[in-house]
């Protein structure tokens, strides 16, 4: 593979306060489509591209990503989680929008060409990573509505730090009850650019009353659960971990599989199924509603500790984490840091 190193490497950011996403490392992965098929990968110099204002992402939106973590340890053994079910899952998406497949083991393996280019950016501390976002985009410059016959793919690589800053924090999320997500046979299954789009406004309506999330309801109905912004939903009631079932309009997290197989594996009851708001009213009424949590790369798990329904809050195990919960984002961590055994094949070498 042809890498082009910077001469000018960027003052990296005080890695004890990286947040989410503001920082980029000094080099990035960029491969094009066309005259049918995928050019070779080259690694470059992080930077802007240049775009003709006609290209068609710009306007019709044809655009799918990805985003998953490498990790680095004490003796700077360098690993990944699960790379090949993300490139699978944006074929699937590539698909979905008609874009693309992409050469799964190849592209795996150009990743980690990058990581270890800029391996100096993976953090240590507790709870940071490099986050990994692999991007696709339509490249043809011109404006009729059409699959374009060019593509960018590119991956640039974020060190970011422990999304809890101040401790395991419970989140507040609102129920939205007007704006849908993703109908059956839309896009809510596909990683793609104008889910996120459509569900701002929702999101923004929900900040300004003071919930940092919205859950959505499925489109047709109103009734049963689908997801959070970009975390899958689980549900403890009595005891069974519930989580809504991959429908179609719900986007398959693979953290949400690792969380189910990782129940599985303890041999803790869970269900993927339909979750309806009548069945979390009546756990309410019965005290049987023990918890809830959201599944994410970002967040890895993130319990919910209010939940708005119909305007009204639901406190959830007394706005505390509860055993489920701090159980699975111990496990999930643990094997993503190296502090446990990974007895799933999830963990993928880097160096
Ligand atoms: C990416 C994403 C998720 C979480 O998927 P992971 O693979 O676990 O990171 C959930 N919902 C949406 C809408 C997403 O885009």
Known sequence: ?????????KVKPD???LGFGKYFTDHMLVMDYKDGAWQEPEIIPYGPFQMDPSTCVLHYGQGIFEGLKAYKDANGK???FRPYDNF????RSATRLCMPELDVDKVVEALKELVLVDQDWIPTEPGTALYIRPTMIAYDAMLGVHPAHNYKFFIILSPVGSYY???MKPTKIMVEDKYVRAPLGGTGEAKCMGNYATSLLAGDIANKKGYEQVLWLDAQEKKYIEE???MNMF???????????????ILPGITRDSVIKLLKYYGK???ETRVSLDEIQENIEKGTFNEAFGSGTAAVISPVGTLNIHGEDVIINGGEMGEITSFLYDRLTGIQYGRYEDPFGWIVRVN
């Open 1 to 9: 593979m042809k890498i082009t190193l910077t001469a000018n490497k």
């Open 15 to 17: 890695f004890s306060k």
């Open 78 to 80: 360098i690993t990944m």
């Open 88 to 91: 699978k899952r944006m074929n």
């Open 165 to 167: 800053a101040s401790g």
């Open 228 to 230: 959070v912004g970009a």
């Open 235 to 249: 549900f403890v009631f009595d005891g069974v971990v519930k989580t809504p079932e991959l429908v179609g309009s």
């Open 269 to 271: 009851p869970v269900e």
